[in-house]
């Protein structure tokens, strides 16, 4: 695969980041602004995908569709990689490279929820973005809206557009908050196919079944309030 900018697939909309919608193109336009700098743009649209998608892992996962970025804008919260997606879509909209990445990562501060509903404080396929700035590629990880944040005592996370922003090892007390454990890969669109398959065989392939069926029976709503949710170690 290649490393640099050139390769047009990261400036190209794809079936799942459509970068080319009308929708996407209108946001990234409001976001923008007067706005043409792409460090500043690449700013601008962090931010906004950070705070204005709310976090929520308990959103469908298993499509597609699921991931389009004109799905997750309408949405307006989704977890780590439709997040990804909505980002990476908006920087192709400014004309900035961009694609989007996936590691594992424990999370020390999750909800009693959340651990119990997953099983283990492993989130597999976290999704993360890469923009192509000032000739090198830059991460970027929108996930945690900044409310979010507030309430597990993390500083909300920045980025610069010149320096890798990844999850904070600590929370603002100094206890670990998240642990990168494997990066799985760089992609050019969602892998959705990947991800299913990691989380079926991290988790059981009997309780993502579960996940899958509840959504089915019950539609696209979120299978629990995450914000609402116990804070360990409070």
């Given at each position: 695969?290649?490393?640099?900018?050139?390769d047009?697939?990261?400036?190209?909309?794809?079936?799942?980041?459509?970068?080319?919608?009308?929708?996407?193109?209108?946001?990234?336009?409001?976001?923008?602004?007067?706005?043409?700098?792409?460090?500043?743009?690449?700013?601008?649209?962090?931010?906004?995908?950070?705070?204005?998608?709310?976090?929520?892992?308990y959103?469908?996962?298993?499509?597609?569709?699921?991931?389009?970025?004109?799905?997750?804008?309408?949405?307006?919260?989704?977890?780590?990689?439709?997040?990804?997606?909505?980002?990476c879509?908006?920087?192709?909209?400014?004309?900035?490279?961009?694609?989007?990445?996936l590691?594992?990562?424990?999370?020390?501060?999750?909800?009693?929820?959340l651990?119990d509903?997953?099983?283990?404080?492993?989130?597999?396929?976290?999704?993360?973005?890469?923009?192509?700035?000032?000739?090198?590629?830059?991460?970027?990880?929108p996930?945690?809206?900044?409310?979010?944040?507030?309430?597990?005592?993390?500083?909300?996370?920045?980025?610069?557009?010149?320096?890798?922003?990844?999850?904070?090892?600590?929370?603002?007390?100094?206890?670990?908050?998240?642990?990168?454990?494997?990066?799985?890969?760089?992609?050019?669109?969602i892998?959705?196919?990947?991800?299913?398959?990691?989380?079926?065989?991290?988790?059981?392939?009997?309780?993502?079944?579960?996940?899958?069926?509840?959504?089915?029976?019950?539609?696209?709503?979120s299978?629990?309030?995450?914000?609402?949710?116990?804070?360990?170690?409070?």
């Amino acid at each position: 695969m290649k490393t640099d900018s050139a390769d047009p697939r990261y400036l190209n909309p794809t079936n799942i980041i459509d970068s080319d919608h009308r929708n996407v193109r209108d946001y990234a336009q409001r976001v923008a602004g007067l706005t043409t700098d792409p460090v500043e743009l690449a700013v601008k649209i962090y931010l906004t995908v950070r705070d204005e998608i709310r976090y929520d892992p308990y959103s469908p996962f298993y499509l597609p569709e699921h991931y389009r970025a004109s799905f997750v804008l309408k949405r307006g919260r989704s977890f780590c990689v439709p997040k990804a997606s909505l980002l990476c879509a908006l920087g192709r909209a400014c004309g900035i490279p961009s694609r989007v990445g996936l590691a594992t990562v424990r999370n020390h501060l999750a909800t009693k929820q959340l651990l119990d509903f997953l099983g283990t404080d492993l989130f597999i396929s976290h999704g993360f973005v890469e923009f192509y700035l000032g000739g090198r590629w830059i991460k970027a990880t929108p996930a945690f809206n900044r409310e979010l944040c507030q309430r597990h005592r993390v500083s909300p996370l920045e980025f610069n557009g010149r320096e890798d922003s990844l999850f904070q090892p600590y929370n603002l007390e100094n206890k670990k908050f998240m642990e990168y454990v494997e990066f799985e890969g760089i992609f050019a669109d969602i892998p959705v196919e990947h991800i299913v398959a990691g989380w079926k065989k991290a988790y059981g392939e009997d309780r993502v079944n579960g996940w899958i069926k509840k959504f089915e029976d019950g539609g696209e709503h979120s299978l629990s309030e995450f914000e609402n949710e116990d804070i360990l170690n409070e």
